[in-house]
């Protein structure tokens, strides 16, 4: 690896084979030929990426490599992780053995980054429900990568052209969802928040909005009493005893309306819902998950595998350039931090 050591090294996985991952990853990465400051690392299957690249007509060469040991510094990079039977192949059809397959792939990403071999990670999409035929019971990616990165709790993340949201849940039932409102888990996903707003766009007092749980926040403590009991005393501790510039808690509907006026940086939601059918709204485009809290930065584009329109070249990578954008900032910056610490 010392002959990479001058360039992060970020990883992108290759999603469903039969979605449209393989697509937008060579078309993002195209964007990137001429920078020699980053080494990209694809992986998947090179028989795959072959057929995708002649279709597209990616001026993309990855340099085809068995382990990190023979990365060719700040280039295209592919590890080829399987061997998918063309003849038997088929774009926009995906099965539980290829569900299986792009699974190894972000199961490998997370054993190179557990050996400090890769600075940052992007996932194309896969599809959850083909995962779970597969055998794999994880309602997401980041599920995934939590269990073999061997992390602690996440924040998910969503970053738009128009509005950025956090969630301290994600794929939980709504019942569960007051018993996560722990004093601890607000706090903790506080930090991350304002640590990534600082750190991917330079705020020093990056301004959160918290939203309540219940209608109206509450109407104090007529509509339930989580605000007042639990969300608005941690909001007080995160901006009295940590300085974090924190509002709330907020109703949600008064809280997009403030954020998309430019009165908060960031809304920082209770639960999936909340976030994900207010940032659906207010972006005509998919923008870009993060999960927050993992061992290595971790960011994808904020759609699914799309089967309609698979191997037909017409996929947007427009959220997967954002994805990367996001990913190589923040592996520079943990490499800038490695050599501060050294």
Request: net charge negative.
């Amino acid at each position: 690896m010392n002959s990479v050591k001058k360039a992060p090294v970020v990883a992108i996985t290759m999603g469903d084979p039969a979605g449209i991952g393989p697509e937008i990853v060579l078309k993002a990465v195209s964007r990137y030929i001429e920078r020699r400051d980053t080494t990209f690392l694809l992986l998947g299957d090179a028989g795959i990426w072959r057929n995708v690249r002649r279709s597209i007509g990616s001026s993309v060469e990855p340099h085809l490599v068995r382990n990190t040991d023979e990365l060719e510094a700040g280039a295209v990079n592919l590890m080829s992780l399987s061997s998918i039977n063309i003849e038997q192949f088929q774009f926009g059809h995906s099965r539980p053995d290829l569900g299986l397959i792009s699974t190894f792939y972000i199961i490998k990403a997370a054993e190179l980054a557990n050996d400090g071999r890769i600075d940052a990670l992007v996932t194309a999409p896969i599809s959850y429900g083909v995962l779970y035929e597969a055998g794999y019971d994880y309602p997401d990616q980041s599920s995934l990568l939590k269990d073999h990165l061997h992390c602690g709790r996440t924040v998910p993340l969503m970053v738009g052209e128009n509005v950025r949201v956090a969630s301290l849940t994600s794929h939980i039932p709504i019942c569960e969802v007051p018993s996560e409102l722990s004093e601890e888990n607000i706090l903790s996903g506080l930090h991350l928040v304002n640590d990534f707003m600082r750190g991917n766009f330079g705020m020093s007092q990056p301004r959160i909005g918290v939203s309540a749980l219940n209608p109206h926040a509450g109407q104090n403590g007529r509509f339930g009493n989580e605000e007042n009991r639990l969300l608005a005393p941690a909001i007080r501790k995160a901006r009295e005893e940590f300085g974090l510039n924190v509002s709330g808690p907020v109703a949600v509907d008064a809280l997009f309306v403030d954020t998309i006026k430019g009165v908060y940086d960031l809304a920082f939601c209770m639960h999936h819902d909340q976030a994900h059918l207010a940032f659906k709204l207010l972006e005509r485009e998919p923008g870009v998950n993060v999960t927050l809290g993992l061992t290595i930065p971790r960011s994808a584009p904020a759609h699914g595998a799309h089967y309609e329109i698979a191997g037909r070249g017409t996929a947007s990578e427009a959220a997967m350039v954002r994805a990367l954008d996001i990913a190589v900032r923040a592996a520079h910056r943990r490499m800038e931090h490695t050599a501060d610490q050294a």
